[in-house]
Every structure is written in C-alpha cells, then in structure tokens.
C-alpha cells in the first residue's frame, strides 16, 4: 500500500477546519449603543457570537433578541486555531 508523503505546503483548502463548523461561519458581532439616535434603539452596548451560513456583508441585516441590526464593517481574519472568522459591527436597524 503506497502511503502519502506530506509536501509541506499549506493546505489549499481557502477554509481551514477550525474557520468553519459544520453549520456555518463563528462571527463576534458588537453593537455600539453611541452609534444610533434612535429613540426605539437598545440603549446598552452588545457583543456576541453568532453562527452563520455566510459571513454577513455590509448592507446586510442580522436579528436577535428581537431587535434587527443592520451590518455597517466587517472585519476577516486568517484562523490558524479554534474561534471566530470576523468581527462584525453593527447599527441598530428600525423598520421604516
């Protein structure tokens, strides 16, 4: 039986195995309360994780507790160990 000889290049796969679980993409996502006017807007400051098929974009909006808010940057990073793929700042979004 032949066996594989490793070449020492990186894996080519763009997603390393801890970038991604098996439902989607790990993102931290902070909500600044100073960002938003809005007198509806949650008046305290948030940060969470959250799983998601994609990695949100901007323009995009993602919902908890409730509340919907609306993408404004996102930051990638290259994940070489356990945890997150990005770091996504959000505004409060009031339907109109």
Do not use: H
Not at 15 to 31: H, R
Not at 48 to 70: E, S
Request: hydrophobic share 40%; net charge positive; with cysteine.
């Amino acid at each position: 039986m032949a066996t594989k000889k490793s070449s020492g290049k990186p894996s080519e796969n763009p997603l390393s195995p801890t970038a991604k679980t098996g439902g989607g993409f790990k993102v931290q996502v902070f909500y600044l309360a100073a960002s938003s006017n809005s007198p509806s807007a949650p008046i305290k400051d948030a940060l969470w994780f959250a799983t998601y098929p994609i990695i949100p974009r901007i323009g995009d909006c993602v919902f908890r507790d409730g509340v919907y808010y609306r993408v404004e940057r996102v930051f990638l990073y290259e994940n070489l160990a356990a945890g997150w793929c990005a770091d996504v700042e959000v505004t409060f979004y009031g339907r109109r």
